[in-house]
T-cell receptor, first 114, second 112 residues
């Protein structure tokens, strides 16, 4: 199984809502990533978890809160988002989080903030 | 951080070989060069990775000169389904983890 799954596929939320994005992999990977991708732009790294510990936070606003409950799951909790946060949110995983590790990406969650 | 520069877009015809070059002048000794493909509304997909010289797999070849300041992704005999964005990445070691920086990407249009 080389699949990374993400739910939901689409999400529309108001600026006062609280919602969560979920990501799951069963490849035994120990590094998991959140990326944000705006239309016609490359993915931008947000967070990296390595062995269930947050190892990289790319100065992401606190309205985005990541969580890694176990080595297979990654959540992104959303609260008080702004319309400019509307984007495709991609989750990825890799074997160990080392330089050069192949990353497996999920299909993404298309988020619209109204 | 090592940055990459790629052409914004390229056009090709079915059956042709396509070569996409990426510049990474500040590549560090430990960095690998990786290419990903992305279709609209999908996550990127790994294509190929190399450190030096030439690497070939079932879908592409990667050519890296001795100074490693650039690399060329070669797609043999492209088809319409190869229309996608191709990203060149240079791995960057980072204290506490590995940081992935995607370049701007090259939009490849394959025409019939």
């Amino acid at each position: 199984d080389t699949e990374v799954t993400q739910t939901p596929k689409h999400l529309v939320m108001g600026m006062t809502n609280k919602k969560s994005l979920k990501c799951e992999q069963h490849m035994g990977h120990r590094a998991m990533y959140w990326y944000k991708q705006k239309a016609k732009k490359p993915p931008e790294l947000m967070f990296v978890y390595s062995y269930e510990k947050l190892s990289i936070n790319e100065s992401v606003p606190s309205r985005f809160s990541p969580e890694c409950p176990n080595s297979s799951l990654l959540n992104l909790h959303l609260h008080a988002l702004q319309p400019e946060d509307s984007a495709l949110y991609l989750c990825a995983s890799s074997q160990g989080g080392l330089a050069g590790d192949e990353q497996y990406f999920g299909p993404g969650t298309r988020l619209t903030v109204t | 951080l090592a940055k990459t520069t790629q052409p914004i877009s390229m056009d090709s015809y079915e059956g042709q070989e396509v070569n996409i070059t990426c510049s990474h002048n500040n590549i560090a000794t430990n960095d690998y060069i990786t290419w990903y493909q992305q279709f609209p509304s999908q996550g990127p997909r790994f294509i190929i990775q190399g450190y030096k010289t030439k690497v070939t797999n079932e879908v592409a070849s990667l050519f890296i000169p001795a100074d490693r300041k650039s690399s060329t992704l070669s797609l043999p005999r492209v088809s319409l389904s190869d229309t996608a964005v191709y990203y060149c990445l240079v791995g960057d070691s980072y204290t506490g983890g590995f940081k992935t920086i995607f370049g701007a990407g090259t939009r490849l249009f394959v025409k019939a």
